[in-house]
């Protein structure tokens, strides 16, 4: 079997078009454009690749994105002083602060301290405790992008049986949340580190989704044959070949487990960009929920 490459630059394009209507319909009527905060603490290359991407999707569907830089040294003070003005700032609709914190220790309060209206990630307690009681909340970006790409690419989830690789509280434990919800009722077997007999789980499953943040987690002989593989990973690994001295390379064995899937998605090129179009409709979810809800 050779695997169905799923294209998610090419969906995320479609997305990004809606979007972009939907955004131009909201200045129309709203006499401004959606607005996005960025906070960028540090100078990580991969988080500064990450936010650029953001704002020129940003820019490309007629949303506004401002970016707040701080040094690596900033203290947390600082940081939620950051946070404060995006909140209160009119013309911002979504806040976002990217991840990995040079300090991770002070993720948790500066997370807790965005506006939850306008909490365009879904970390924040209140979304994340609406998403487990089904109520409708701003979501996390990645788990709402792989759903959305499993959905257009016409994979049944219903009743499926999926094993999602990795409980980060970015990826896997919300998606494993989305996956089971009313409505899309997939049955989720959540796998991580301390799992027992990881083939045994992924072996019986009609869709992997992994998110482990390491290379190689899913390999050929793990994989049903038919199955469906979903590959969240992002790792920068050295290659002398290339001007940057590196590439991109997800978690799966690609070229093996495709030789057995029945459909795949590659890295890059896969989740990532349909990541980035969450971001851009959780903003308008935002701008247009901001502006009826009573202030
Ligand atoms: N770092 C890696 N993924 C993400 C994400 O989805 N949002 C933020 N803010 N930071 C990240």
């Keep these: 079997m050779s695997a169905r490459i799923l294209d998610g630059k090419s969906l995320a394009a479609e997305l990004r078009a809606e979007i972009a209507a939907d955004a131009a319909a909201f200045r129309a009527a709203h006499g401004r454009a959606p607005g996005l905060g960025v906070i960028l603490v540090g100078d990580d290359p991969a988080s500064r690749s990450y ?14 994105s401002r970016e707040i830089a701080l040094p690596a040294t900033a203290s947390q003070a600082e940081i939620l002083a ?3 003005q995006l909140n209160e700032d009119e013309a911002t609709d979504g806040v976002l602060v990217q991840l990995p914190l040079p300090d991770s220790t002070m993720e948790a309060d500066v997370l807790a301290a965005v506006d939850p209206a306008k909490d365009v990630d879904g970390f924040h307690a209140l979304n994340i405790g609406r998403l487990v009681q089904g109520k409708p909340a701003l979501a996390p970006c990645t788990p709402c ?3 959305e790409l499993l959905r257009r690419v016409g994979i049944p989830l219903a009743g499926a049986n999926v094993v999602v690789i990795g409980r980060s509280q970015i990826v896997g434990r919300p998606l494993s949340i ?8 997939a ?7 301390r799992t027992r007999d990881l083939p045994q789980h992924t072996r019986a499953a009609d869709i992997v989704i992994v998110a482990a943040g390491r290379p190689n987690t899913l390999t050929a002989n ?8 979903v590959d969240v990973g992002v790792n920068r690994v050295p290659d002398a070949s290339r001007a940057s001295g590196y590439r991109l390379v997800g978690d799966v064995d690609f070229a093996a487990v495709a030789a057995r899937a029945s459909a795949i998605t590659p890295v890059p090129g896969g989740v990532g960009p349909l990541t980035v179009a969450m971001l851009l409709r959780n903003t ?3 701008a247009r929920a901001r502006l009826t809800l009573p202030s």
Excluded: E, W, Y
């Design 284 to 286: 308008l979810t935002a």
């Design 222 to 229: 793990m994989v049903k044959p038919g199955a469906v593989v």
């Design 145 to 147: 992008g792989v759903l």
């Design 178 to 185: 989305l996956l089971s919800q009313k409505g899309t009722d």
């Design 51 to 64: 936010v650029t991407s953001k704002q020129k999707a940003c820019a490309a569907a007629g949303i506004q």
């Design 187 to 193: 049955t989720v077997t959540l796998c991580h580190t």
């Design 82 to 84: 950051a946070v404060r």
